[in-house]
């Protein structure tokens, strides 16, 4: 066993999860080797009874229950084909305007925000449907590439969302109320996003040339297909939120309702075959179970890291910032926003958020005041390179005869990174864009 200062075991543990990172290795792999490593280096083999308790405490967390149900949920609405007809609804409509299909992809995007939750089949969702479209209809590349990664991102924010079920009990905040806190919030950033798209196309439609198509439908008939389209999606968030915001059914239980709702959906879209409902399982164990490998592997670093006195570290580090309580806060975003440059969400969720949490309190913000301006600027990390999972994923969908190159793809969604800080300014100018919606909830 070795002696090693609260000040030495920061720098070290931090420093070989980020090196070891970059060096390509898996971070559950990485959080769970520095965690087991130093901790059996201080305190030899009788820390590995306590690894063990943390990781039954965090794999046993009834909250964490919800994360299986919402991910089998959304790929199941990812087969049932709702999103072809809601997406050819909302063509018919807003495709007459210069930018309108941009517009009609960021819609889309925040609706299967509400239904799906996971960004992987968002923006591969959108990739598909609305990226042709777009395409075929003269769209610059850049417009159309960003109105896809944006849209689809909107999926780790809106809720149902995993990123808030895992936020939860790492911050010790109900889930009911994070998700009805993160409703506002993003649809505040799908609405900025629509105003830069309609904004920018006015002011140069040649990037976005306005859709003939729809035209002669009559205007009854773009009502019925865009009603009829909606009402699916609109009955599976109602069953998911409403149960929660109106106080019948916690996240967990409202994650099961979701999840039956999506495979009645897939059914009544005949859809349902024995082949969908066996890939949308094996698919809900391997991202559920590289998620929980990660949980397994943060219980094991953060046990470390605290038990070895690094929490003081951090918090005297950021308190001495100068500003009052604004500068701290500063430097904690800017910290989460670079790490979100370089390590996956999920990381720093768990191994940051029981450190950083406890310093919003002593700077008396409201917790979930904090909570939400910390995930939406992790909403960033989805379309910053290098890590940009959203980036990659659109990438990956794509044809490759279409021409549409990382570059395009990176032009593209920059003005969207601009945009997300707009919503953080406005979030810490007028709080009641988060705090509003919790405070109405029933129970």
């Not at 610059?140 to 009990?169: F, T």
């Not at 969720?349 to 949490?357: Q, R, S």
Request: charged share 10%; hydrophobic share 60%.
């Amino acid at each position: 066993m070795i002696e090693l200062g609260p000040e030495l075991l920061t720098i070290l543990m931090f420093g070989l999860m980020i090196l070891l990172v970059m060096l390509g290795y898996p971070l559950a792999f990485v959080l769970g080797g520095v965690g087991l490593g130093m901790g059996w280096l201080m305190w030899g083999t009788p820390f590995f009874e306590i690894a063990y308790l943390r990781m039954f405490g965090a794999v046993t967390t009834y909250s964490f229950l919800a994360v299986p149900l919402f991910v089998l949920m959304g790929l199941m609405m990812e087969r049932s084909g709702v999103s072809d007809g809601l997406f050819d609804a909302l063509h018919l409509c807003l495709g007459k305007l210069s930018g309108g299909l941009g517009i009609a992809t960021i819609l889309l995007g925040t609706l299967l925000a509400a239904t799906v939750g996971v960004i992987a089949a968002s923006v591969t969702m959108l990739g598909l449907i609305a990226m042709p479209a777009m395409l075929k209809h003269g769209y610059s590349k850049e417009i159309a590439s960003g109105a896809v990664c944006a849209g689809g991102s909107l999926g780790i924010l809106i809720p149902p969302s995993v990123m808030l079920v895992l936020y939860g009990p790492m911050a010790d905040i109900s889930v009911g109320r994070l998700f009805m806190a993160a409703f506002l919030p993003g649809l505040m950033l799908s609405t900025l996003y629509c105003l830069y798209i309609f904004t920018i196309c006015r002011l140069h439609p040649e990037l976005a040339p306005a859709s003939e198509e729809g035209r002669s439908v009559p205007f009854l008939k773009k009502v019925t297909m865009l009603s009829t389209s909606m009402l699916p999606p609109v009955i599976l968030i109602l069953a998911v939120l409403g149960t929660i915001f109106l106080g019948v059914a916690a996240p967990t239980e409202a994650a099961a309702v979701g999840a039956l709702a999506s495979i009645l959906m897939c059914l009544a879209y005949r859809k349902l075959t024995f082949n969908v409902l066996w890939d949308s399982l094996i698919g809900t164990i391997k991202v559920v179970g590289m998620a929980f490998m990660v949980v397994i592997g943060a219980a094991i670093f953060t046990a470390v890291f605290i038990k070895g006195g690094g929490t003081d570290v951090v918090s005297n580090a950021v308190m001495s910032a100068p500003g009052g309580r604004w500068g701290p806060f500063i430097l904690i975003m800017f910290i989460t926003f670079v790490l979100g440059m370089f390590i996956d969400w999920i990381g720093i969720i768990l191994v940051m958020i029981p450190i950083i949490a406890p310093i919003g309190i002593a700077l008396q913000f409201d917790p979930l005041w904090f909570a939400m301006m910390i995930i939406v600027n992790l909403q960033l990390s989805f379309i910053t390179p290098p890590l940009a999972y959203s980036i990659f994923f659109l990438q990956g969908t794509l044809d490759p005869e279409m021409g549409v190159t990382t570059g395009h793809i990176v032009r593209g969604v920059l003005p969207y990174v601009g945009l997300i800080g707009v919503g953080l300014l406005l979030m810490a100018r007028f709080p009641q864009i988060v705090l509003w919606l919790p405070g109405r909830m029933v129970g």
